[in-house]
């Protein structure tokens, strides 16, 4: 017999003196013992996940600047050339404007995905700002801040 299976044998018979709830402790401690040891490995995959997070978060930090700015652009573009035309036609008594959207564009979403359109309204009306993608660009930051300060944005429940 192998020095382990000795020790294996006796430690069996000792624990065989013991009571069923001084087993099942004894067993729950040592299943945390073994489930702790993984705990360094968990939080150094958390630490990479947390800066893999904040890079896509700013990632769409600007992506969501860069979308706002182009569509401010092409909106000051078009009033231009609205305008440009609106004075040729003046002549001819007629008078060009804009207007903005009556409707919501995302407004079909509603029905196919209700939570992301719950999400989507609150959005919409938190904000003073006007462009959607500025909205969003505020709540990336918000998510970004919590993420820097350790906040467990992610860990609560809905």
Known sequence: MTAFEQFAQHYRSEIGKLTPEQQNLLESHRRVMEETKQLPVLEAQLATL???????????????????????????????????FSDRLQEFGVRLSL?????????????????????????ATDSTERLLYRKMKGRYELLLDDLANDYPVFLQSP
């Open 50 to 84: 947390k800066i893999e997070t904040e890079q896509l978060v700013r990632e769409l930090i600007g992506l969501c600047d860069s979308a706002a700015a182009k569509v401010e652009a092409r909106s000051e573009l078009r009033g231009k050339r609205v305008a440009e």
């Open 99 to 123: 207007s903005q959207y009556s409707q919501s564009p995302y407004s079909t979403f509603q029905s196919t995905h209700p939570d992301g359109w719950k999400a989507f309204t609150e959005l």
